[in-house]
């Protein structure tokens, strides 16, 4: 993928997962967070919920997590991350398509004012 190597990416997180193994705890999605951000690992909402939908990290209750005791695999990060990437390409398509439709609005009032301004009456439908 553009922007993230998948290799050092997966190595990282393995990496983070065996120390935290060592640990064996459970943490809270804010402590998982700062560890990886900590490895320079992305971790905002959108990454942390397709780590949880991808088995990179387990939730074991309500509100705790706790990383894979089996190793993490680059097609399962591959995975993770397109998935990422593709809701951010939806979002920003309906972010586009949402100003375009205010575009039209606003040049829609301006042409019906135009009109107004030369005495044509606009009946609007209900």
Not at 54 to 59: A, C, G, L, P, S
Request: proline share 2%.
């Amino acid at each position: 993928m553009k922007g993230i190597d998948i290799e050092e990416f997966t190595m990282k997180l393995n990496i983070l997962r065996v120390k935290s193994e060592t640990l064996k705890r459970d943490y809270s999605q804010d402590e998982i967070s700062k560890l990886m951000k900590g490895y320079g690992l992305p971790c905002s909402i959108a990454y942390f919920s397709a780590y949880v939908k991808n088995n990179i990290i387990v939730r074991s209750e309500r509100g705790i997590y706790q990383f894979p005791e089996e190793p993490v695999y680059k097609g399962l990060v591959e995975t993770a991350l397109r998935s990422v990437r593709k809701y951010k390409l939806d979002s920003m398509r309906k972010l586009s398509s949402k100003a375009a439709l205010a575009e039209e609005q606003k040049q829609i009032e301006s042409c019906i004012q135009y009109l107004k301004d030369r005495g044509y009456v606009i009946y609007k439908q209900v």
